[in-house]
């Protein structure tokens, strides 16, 4: 446990400082921590990842819970349950995080996953935030050139509509 501990603290302690995802795995990764996720077929350790990481981040085992019941199998098809529907207990393991920390993690990770990454960088402000009058589907931009206009950009619906007839 101590062991555990002592990786998973600066990890929260990073996130919440505003370290993104991705250079927090590049740290674990660069001090040779090993991960039991990313494992070659011959063995290896491939290293972290931001996936990883925001897992380790979002899961409540660390809150001291222990969840059943997440999936079940019907007709050899695998279904996730619905979240009212799953058993969430205290366990008897050290909690490594805080309620507090858990909730600033949560909303910091929804923010960022509601973000287009090309937003996030400012390229295009509006991106993420456009949505298609006649489908609702997410408009995309495009960027062209003219020379008479010069650059100029574009939002557009790559939703295909059945034809009517």
């Given at each position: 446990m ?14 919440l400082?505003?370290t993104n995802l ?10 040779k921590?090993?991960t039991h996720?990313?494992?070659k077929?011959?063995?290896?350790d ?7 990481v ?6 409540e ?7 059943y ?7 050899g098809?695998?279904?996730?349950v ?17 309620e ?9 990770l929804?923010?960022?996953r ?5 937003s996030?960088?400012n390229?295009?402000?509006l ?9 609702g589907?997410?408009m995309?931009?495009?960027?062209g ?5 010069g650059?100029h950009w574009?939002?557009l ?9």
């Amino acid at each position: 446990m101590k062991r555990s501990f002592r990786i998973y603290r600066p990890i929260v302690e990073k996130y919440l400082n505003g370290t993104n995802l991705g250079h927090i795995a590049i740290w674990l990764t660069d001090n040779k921590i090993p991960t039991h996720y990313n494992i070659k077929p011959d063995g290896r350790d491939k290293g972290w990842s931001n996936v990883t990481v925001q897992r380790l981040l979002a899961s409540e085992i660390h809150l001291g819970y222990i969840t059943y019941g997440r999936t079940r199998s019907k007709r050899g098809q695998i279904e996730l349950v619905p979240e009212e529907e799953r058993i969430k207990v205290m366990g008897t393991h050290k909690k490594l995080k805080t309620e507090e920390e858990h909730e600033a993690i949560m909303e910091r990770l929804l923010k960022n996953r509601m973000l287009n990454p090309n937003s996030r960088r400012n390229i295009f402000p509006l991106s993420g935030l456009l949505y298609c009058e006649k489908c609702g589907s997410r408009m995309r931009f495009r960027v062209g050139d003219n020379k008479k206009q010069g650059q100029h950009w574009s939002a557009l619906c790559y939703h295909q509509y059945k034809r009517r007839e």
